[in-house]
């Protein structure tokens, strides 16, 4: 019997992450980031959606209340990815990350998409991005994807989030 391949309309529903402090986090992923809490559970707990979705975040402070990050050589999240649904709004991130004076770890033209890549307060990598129209991306001459990693114009992204 062969196994079907997993649906296309498959989505990441949700992350849940350990912090050590609910508070430093939700002034972060709510104060900083934008998305609203939707529960929260005292110190402990609290779940965060953009749009009225349930949850896209999940905080807890269950098995972590206090901790440190992993060392550097361990495993565990790489990062977190959101996608923005315009170029503009990305750009809003943006501004949003320069007022609050998060610092980027980078930011990439990746051909497919447009990425911001920082930090949380408990040291798990996030990534804000927006994907370029499907007819955009870039292609191989046999028609695979070319992805690539180039410099993201920057003032351009704050332009178009001013405009």
């Known amino acids: 019997m062969t196994i079907p391949p997993i649906p296309p309309g498959v989505q990441v529903g949700h992350i849940h992450l350990k912090v ?4 430093r986090a939700l002034d972060f992923y709510h104060g900083v980031l934008g ?16 749009g009225g979705y349930h949850h896209h975040i999940g905080l807890n402070t269950w098995e972590s ?3 440190r990050p992993p060392a550097p050589g361990s495993t565990g999240l790489y990062h977190a990815a959101f996608v923005y ?6 750009g809003q991130a943006l501004l949003r990350l320069i007022q609050a004076r998060i610092s980027l770890d ?8 447009h990425a911001l890549y920082l930090r949380d307060p408990d040291q798990n990598g996030v990534e804000l ?4 129209p499907r007819d955009q991306w870039p292609q191989n001459p046999d028609g695979s994807l070319k992805m690539y990693t180039r410099a993201l114009d920057l003032q351009s992204l704050i332009d178009e989030a001013e405009a």
């Not at 050590?20 to 508070?23: E, F, M, T, V």
């Not at 649904?85 to 990305?90: E, V």
């Open 20 to 23: 050590a402090n609910l508070q």
């Open 35 to 50: 998305f609203d809490i939707t529960t929260r559970f005292g110190d402990s707990a609290a779940f965060l959606s953009a």
């Open 65 to 67: 209340l206090g901790g």
């Open 85 to 90: 649904p315009t170029r503009a709004s990305l």
């Open 106 to 113: 980078g930011a990439s033209d990746h051909g497919v998409s």
């Open 129 to 132: 991005y927006w994907d370029l």
